[in-house]
């Protein structure tokens, strides 16, 4: 699982004051943002002197010489952007005896104060706060509505944590995403990307590629599912993004297309336009197809341009030297079902093998119907024993009662007991249970 | 709270069997069992996201941040328990496997999901007998025994008839028979002896070597021949050696082709289910079917057994308890 590094704290903070300058935004604007600039003064200086502030007991000595009635709520902000977990709780707990303290106790706090900013951290439970201020705040004092507002109560957001589920409520990014239909599930176990997603804003880097590929002509629905399997898309540069579109467009694939591809293949558009050109002119060259060929097997397979070259390369070796193929039939096939170039070459060889040596199938008949080979090995055998039980396995187009290799694979269970067995489909059950 | 997915999971709890196709390696079945049952299970419709109250203050209520304060209440879902954010519900089912088949083989395998492998390890341990179906071919002898291994040697069986087979079975049936009444650790001039004889209740406890407790032929088509075996604590590739010795007997080779399994335990060829029945539907029904006939098995069983002969084995105890219960029950409705 991937830590939501710490890095963001920056960005948790200048979002966390945006989201409370949105909410009140009514009222009290130009105070709230006083005091949060203030507040964001002090994380800052807490990130970069992180290495100096000894356990922050400095730091608080640093605030209580304001002695604000806010101090309540302005520590608790600065305690979620320390680091260091151990003084977080310190702090916290001398917060809390501090607030219990009776008046007589004054005199020896206030010493203790005035040395704290040189000395190391103190480490008994009562001590470092103005006892002033807190003697005023009571729990039971009437405060106007303004100050109630104004009040807000710190999130508990955790500044580090392996989940984006407690950051979705809060930020703007993620709730959309998630309404786009975005798997942030899947998307926070890869590395780095809970992070990038955090760091995003909705309307200066989300926004605007979400709109480009609403232009280009990729379906709202189809959005969510582009994003969870390429969120990168959204820290791509636009005018790249523009480049590689036109790029397409000029080598003569249909706006359609294009959308379809981006939509069937999301990292297409991560790849530079160098990179989609080599791939094309490899696919030309290898099958040794016409442009317009090339381009239909490209736009049905679009995830040929994403990956990469060697598994295409051994598979059609594959091809020409262990089955057998020779050069025009493998461009029969590979036009027919593209699948094969990044087929599993094991999983290739072992239906071939079933085909030419089991069922003594010549290779102009494996030509014609290339489907089998894309089909899976368990299903063939299956289905190739029961024909042979029932004495119906003849796949000679030039004899009586041919079954042809096409229906023998394409077609669902029950058609294929009814129509191409003459049989049940509990027979056909049975009869598995026999194997 | 109990979700619908977890009522679903509720109902697939307990034993059921499948029928694992030959070439295929135990754990993809049981991998690819369970993440259909997830599919089931996590697809059932999720209930409406909770919902929580936020106070949203009005925008341009008071520009200059003055007295009036009016605040909203909106009610808006909480996004982090939605399924995208949280994950699916259920991530892993526990789905066990009872006694194993290698790739070779092919038959019967038992698989119990969530508080049924409790049931599974209890019914791992009863000796219990597994039925199979081994088909050899004479003329041939390859090194793993099977014929898809290297061929070791080839030989004549134009000699072998079905009298000789059966001679040669009897021979192996009677050195099981011995082998047998050795591992059972009982006196055999005791009464208890003949008692457990009479019942079929002998046998080795626990591990032990393969037993043959039956053997038979039931086609014999030479090169082809097919036998029936009924055997305890065996492997696969035991039987496949069987086969093969059986050829060195009769002065010939012989290869096996199919190792099949068709029952094990109560659970038989045909509860089992094919791999276009490996959705959560089908498993469900099959595993309510093992419930009920749990039952049926259990109230017959009360009045017949005789608790002494019962004391031995560890899932006996249990077996006996619930004997007691349900005999004092019958008694109850008895009266």
Redesign the interface.
């Known amino acids: 699982m991937s830590i939501v590094s710490l890095m963001l704290l920056a960005a948790m903070a200048s979002s966390c004051i945006q989201l409370c300058c949105r909410?009140?935004?009514?009222?009290?604007?130009?105070?709230i943002t006083v005091q949060y600039s203030t507040q964001a003064q002090h994380c800052t200086a807490v990130l970069t002197a992180s290495s100096r502030v000894s356990n922050g007991s400095s730091f608080l000595a640093g605030i209580c010489a304001a002695s604000h009635t806010r101090q309540r709520w302005r520590q608790q902000m600065c305690f979620y952007s320390e680091h260091k977990a151990k003084p977080l709780t310190a702090e916290a707990n001398r917060y809390k005896d501090a607030e219990e303290l009776s008046g007589s106790d004054v005199v020896a706090y206030k010493n203790r104060l005035q040395n704290a900013t040189d000395s190391l951290p103190v480490t008994d439970s009562q001590v470092t706060l103005d006892v002033d201020a807190a003697k005023s705040l009571s729990a039971l004092e009437e405060i106007?509505?303004?100050e109630a507002?104004s009040i807000s109560v710190p999130s508990a957001l955790p500044p580090a944590t392996t989940?984006?589920?407690?950051y979705?409520?809060k930020s703007e990014t993620?709730?959309k995403l998630?309404q786009l239909?975005?798997?942030?599930?899947k998307l926070e176990q890869r590395p780095n990307v809970g992070s990038m997603l955090l760091k995003l804003d909705f309307q200066t880097d989300v926004a605007p590629r979400l709109l480009f590929l609403k232009d280009i002509g990729v379906e709202d629905s189809r959005l969510g599912y582009i994003l969870s399997t390429n969120p990168f898309i959204l820290s791509e540069d636009l005018e790249n993004l523009r480049t590689r579109v036109n790029y397409l467009r000029s080598m003569k694939f249909s706006s359609e297309t294009v959308a379809s591809m981006v939509s069937r293949a999301p990292y297409l558009l991560n790849f530079s336009v160098k990179r989609l050109d080599n791939r094309l002119a490899f696919y030309q060259q290898q099958l040794g197809l016409s442009t317009w060929k090339t381009r239909d097997v490209v736009a049905r397979l679009p995830r040929l341009l994403c990956g990469s070259l060697e598994p295409v390369k051994e598979n059609l070796k594959v091809c020409q030297i262990e089955l057998g193929f020779k050069e025009n039939e493998i461009q029969h096939i590979v036009v027919t079902v593209p699948k094969v170039l990044t087929a599993n070459k094991k999983k290739l060889t072992q239906i071939f093998d079933y085909l030419h040596n089991t069922m003594k199938l010549p290779h102009h008949l494996i030509v014609k119907f290339p489907q089998v080979l894309n089909a899976k090995y368990?299903r063939i055998k299956?289905r190739h024993l029961f024909l042979q039980y029932l004495g119906k396995a003849q796949y000679d187009p030039t004899q009586p009662s041919y079954v042809s290799l096409d229906r023998l694979v394409t077609l669902p269970?029950d058609t294929f007991c009814t129509d191409v067995a003459s049989a049940t489909l509990q027979d056909f059950?049975l009869f598995?249970?026999?194997? | 709270m109990t979700t619908p997915c977890i009522r679903m999971f509720r109902r697939l709890e307990g034993l059921f069997c499948v029928y694992k196709p030959p070439g295929v390696h135990w754990k993809h079945v049981r991998d690819r069992i369970e993440t259909s049952l997830l599919t089931g299970v996590n697809g059932t419709p999720q209930r409406p996201l909770p919902q929580v109250v936020k106070f949203l203050a009005q925008p341009g209520a008071g520009n200059d941040g003055s007295s009036e304060l009016t605040l909203s209440a909106a009610s808006v879902p909480v996004l982090a328990s939605h399924p995208l954010v949280s994950g699916p519900e259920f991530q892993r089912i526990p789905v066990a496997v009872g006694h194993r088949l290698d790739a070779f083989s092919s038959g019967v395998l038992v698989l119990g999901v969530g508080n049924g492998n409790k049931a599974l390890s209890d019914f791992y341990k009863t000796p219990a007998t597994r039925d199979y179906t081994l088909e050899g071919e004479f003329g041939t002898a390859t090194d793993d025994f099977s014929h898809t291994g290297r061929v070791v040697e080839r030989s004549t069986y134009g000699h072998i008839t079905q009298d000789k087979l059966e001679r040669v079975l009897a021979m192996l049936q009677g050195a099981n028979q011995k082998a047998l009444l050795m591992y059972s650790n009982i006196d055999m001039r005791s009464q208890e002896a003949y008692e457990m004889a009479v019942q079929g209740l002998l046998g080795p406890e626990g591990k032990s070597a393969p037993i043959l407790k039956g053997l038979r032929c039931v086609r014999f088509e030479p090169p082809h021949f097919t036998l029936e075996v009924q055997c305890l604590n065996e492997s696969q590739k035991y039987l496949r050696k069987v086969v093969h010795e059986i050829g060195l007997e009769l002065r010939s080779t012989a290869v096996c082709k199919v190792v099949r399994r068709t029952r094990d335990g109560v659970f038989t060829l045909q509860d089992a289910l094919t791999h276009h029945h490996w959705t959560a539907s089908d498993v469900m029904g099959a595993i309510q079917q093992y419930h009920s006939s749990k039952k049926l098995r259990k109230s017959p069983h009360t009045q017949t057994k005789d608790p002494t002969i019962q004391s031995r084995g560890e899932d006996k105890k249990t077996e006996s308890q619930q004997s007691e219960i349900s005999e004092e029950t019958a008694v109850s409705t008895v009266l």
């Open positions: 909410r009140c935004s009514g009222l009290l604007r130009s105070k106007s509505d303004e507002v989940s984006l589920r407690d979705v409520d993620l709730s998630v239909g975005v798997n942030l599930w368990l299956e269970d059950h598995l249970k026999t194997l």
